[in-house]
């Protein structure tokens, strides 16, 4: 059995008020059972546009135009009557009257609605705020025909964006890209890759960020095949390769050494780092495999024991606990893959609640004798053994030197020869809690050696932090062993994280090295000049 297919009902359209066949005489029905209305022949009409325009041909409409015409007449004699002035002539009058409404200009409606969009997109405004804002708008002003006629919702706002703001902003920044040489700022992602172009923009006289594109990659992609999509990219808007001055990209495995060989072939004054951010992060964490695995799984035992089992019960409790140790309430923190900055949090957390955590769960450990998988006894016992606190104590200590540099090549205010002097400087530090001062401080930031044992201070003389000293102080004779051992264990996490850093950061460099240099940067023309204000505005292109 065939569906009945389902008639469409024509709705009012307020278009037809600026139409000059409809606009003089039709009008809104009070009710939707209808689609418009006749002023003149004072009765509703249903259907299309077409069915108007035959309606205003039939003879009962055009009689009753002609008696709305008579009684204008009439009016607008009697009111020039009163006011002296000479009677209308019944052409002047027809004429008046049938004059049509002016015309509103829909390119003006069109030139609004844009404008609402590209507001949303520039306040970073979630789209569904347009499915009110227009109706706001309207109610402000009654009276302006061009809010009255705004038709924009998310769905069309988010179609406007897509193919009209996103296309001219495309090609007017690829305009600019042509003509000026520019850096490429790469974030990826599981399924895409952000591009933003920093460049100097001559209109503002300074550097800017513009963001250039987002691109889908495959989970599969190698690191060539990314960069193939880049370069087809770039060939598709007309931006040579010649204009690009660096390219910044994660140390990820798809922005490995193949792509940036093949970049440097096509443009070989091309500077291709990487990301400052990420590579304290990689240090650290390389850095942190030297210490046991105990830490790690203490932190994720506190985290789940709190929060994932019977959290409405145990948090309170804690907090009660925290409040006798006049210690402000902080939930656990809990470790994370994708957020870089979370083990500073962990550790600091579980530092500052030590003393409120051990009563914590020596409270726990005596109520759940029969539920032992809550695991309460053993982190009891672990929370209990001091070089398991003097591990924490280190890392408190440690960990917060690097998150201050994590931070600082985030600041957009500071340039990169001032990030790459406190990094120098950083390194020099560590490397002296461990290292001979003499050695450290003749030798040339490029020619350290973190592994040369030869210039190794005594494990006793090696610094730790304050509250290791401590600790150490107060520590019981028989677990002078295990001190030994973490003492070697902090020793080779040194170790690792400086050799991690000069890894990463080449000192030898000649773009870094004339960067510190600003004394020898600085060119008298113009053009060195932009040059230099974008490396040095640059932040490591991060």
Request: aromatic fraction near 10%.
């Amino acid at each position: 059995m065939e569906e009945i297919r389902k008639c469409y009902k024509q709705k009012f359209n307020k278009n037809w008020y600026s139409d000059s066949e409809l606009g003089i005489w039709i009008e809104e029905p009070d009710d939707n059972s209808h689609t418009a209305y006749c002023k003149y022949c004072k009765c509703y009409l249903s259907g299309s546009k077409s069915i108007m325009l035959r309606h205003g041909q039939t003879p009962k409409h055009k009689q009753g135009l002609e008696h709305a015409e008579r009684q204008a007449l009439a009016r607008a004699q009697q009111e020039l009557t009163h006011k002296g002035k000479p009677k209308m002539t019944n052409k002047e009058s027809k004429n008046s009257l049938l004059v049509p409404k002016k015309r509103l200009n829909m390119d003006t409606v069109r030139n609004a609605e844009m404008r609402l969009c590209a507001y949303v997109a520039e306040q970073n405004l979630p789209l569904t705020i347009m499915d009110t804002l227009p109706g706001l708008l309207k109610a402000l002003d009654p009276d302006s025909e061009v809010l009255q006629h705004i038709q924009c919702s998310h769905t069309k706002t988010g179609y406007l964006m897509k193919n009209a703001l996103a296309d001219d902003t495309l090609n007017s920044l690829s305009k600019k890209l042509q003509s000026n040489f520019f850096s490429l700022i790469i974030e990826d992602a599981q399924k895409f890759l952000t591009l933003i172009a920093r460049y100097y923009n001559e209109d503002i006289r300074d550097v800017e960020d513009s963001f250039l594109n987002i691109l889908d990659v495959e989970n599969s992609w190698n690191s060539m095949e990314v960069f193939q999509a880049i370069m087809s990219f770039l060939g598709r808007i007309e931006v040579p390769v010649s204009n690009l001055l660096a390219l910044s990209q994660y140390n990820s495995s798809t922005c490995t050494d193949p792509p940036s060989q093949r970049l440097i072939e096509l443009n070989q004054y091309v500077y291709v780092p990487g990301c400052v951010y990420d590579s304290f992060h990689l240090c650290a964490s390389e850095a942190c495999k030297e210490l046991p695995t105990p830490l790690e799984d203490l932190c994720n035992d506190i985290f789940k024991f709190t929060h994932k089992k019977k959290p409405t019960k145990r948090v309170p409790e804690l907090k009660r606990i925290q409040n006798i140790f006049n210690v402000n309430f902080r939930n656990s923190q809990k470790l994370s893959n994708t957020n870089r900055i979370s083990i500073f949090k962990v550790v600091e957390r579980i530092v500052e609640n030590w003393d409120s955590l051990l009563s914590y769960f020596e409270t726990s450990a005596r109520t759940t004798v029969e539920d032992r998988e809550e695991k309460a006894e053993t982190i009891l016992q672990t929370l209990r053994n001091p070089i398991i606190k003097a591990y924490f104590l280190f890392l408190n200590f440690f960990l917060p030197s690097t998150k201050n540099l994590t931070h600082e090549s985030l600041n957009t205010n500071n340039c990169l020869p001032a990030l790459l002097s406190s990094l120098e400087d950083q390194l020099k530090t560590i490397l002296k809690y461990y290292m001979q001062p003499i050695y450290v401080d003749q030798t040339p930031i490029s020619s350290l050696n973190p592994e040369e044992n030869r210039y190794f201070l005594q494990l006793d003389e090696m610094y730790f932090g304050p509250d290791v000293v401590t600790l150490k102080h107060e520590l019981d004779p028989m677990f002078y062993n295990d001190f030994h051992d973490f003492q070697v264990r902090c020793l080779n996490f040194y170790v690792e994280f400086c050799r991690q850093l000069l890894k990463r950061v080449d000192f030898t460099d000649d773009v870094l090295k004339n960067l510190l240099n600003t004394g020898t940067s600085l060119s008298s023309t113009t053009g060195d000049l932009v040059l230099f204000n974008m490396a040095e505005r640059s932040t490591a292109f991060c």
